[in-house]
Nanobody, 125 residues
Framework: QVQLVESGGGLVQAGASLRLSCAAS????????MAWFRHNPGMEREFVAV????????EYSDSVKDRFATSRDNAKNMLYLQMNDLKPEDTAVYSC??????????????????WGRGNQVTVSS
C-alpha cells in the first residue's frame, strides 16, 4: 500500500514563500510520475505541477508558473513544491499524487492512483 504524506503548509502573508514536502512509502519513486494538486471545499481539484520520473521534465499550471517549482529526490523518496510570491488565491489544500508505475505525465487528477491527505496553505492579504 502506497502512502503519501505532505508537510510544510501553514498560514503566511501575501508575498511570502513556503516549501511543501511529500514523503512516499513507495519502494522506489523513480518509477512513478508525481504531481501536486490543490482544492478548496466544494471545488474540484486543480492541477498545480507535475514532474517526470527522474525529474527531467516539469510542467506547471499557468496560475503558478514562474512562482512555484517542483523537484524530487528519488534517493530519499521525497517530492517537493517550492512556492514563492504566494497570493491569497493560492489558498487551498495541497495534495501530492502518484501515478501507477511507468505511466506518463498528466494534469488530470483522475489518472492518479495514490494521494496524500493534503496540507492546508492559507495566504492572507
Amino acid at each position: 500500500q502506497v502512502q503519501l504524506v505532505e508537510s510544510g503548509g501553514g498560514l503566511v502573508q501575501a508575498g511570502a514563500s513556503l516549501r511543501l514536502s511529500c514523503a512516499a512509502s513507495t519502494n522506489s519513486i523513480k518509477n512513478y510520475t508525481m504531481a501536486w494538486f490543490r482544492h478548496n471545499p466544494g471545488m474540484e481539484r486543480e492541477f498545480v505541477a507535475v514532474i517526470s520520473r527522474i525529474g527531467a521534465v516539469k510542467e506547471y499550471s499557468d496560475s503558478v508558473k514562474d512562482r512555484f517549482a517542483t523537484s524530487r529526490d528519488n534517493a530519499k523518496n521525497m517530492l517537493y513544491l517550492q512556492m514563492n510570491d504566494l497570493k491569497p488565491e493560492d489558498t487551498a489544500v495541497y495534495s501530492c499524487a502518484e501515478r501507477q508505475p511507468w505511466e506518463s505525465m498528466s494534469p488530470v487528477p483522475d489518472e492518479y492512483a495514490y494521494w496524500g491527505r493534503g496540507n492546508q496553505v492559507t495566504v492572507s492579504s
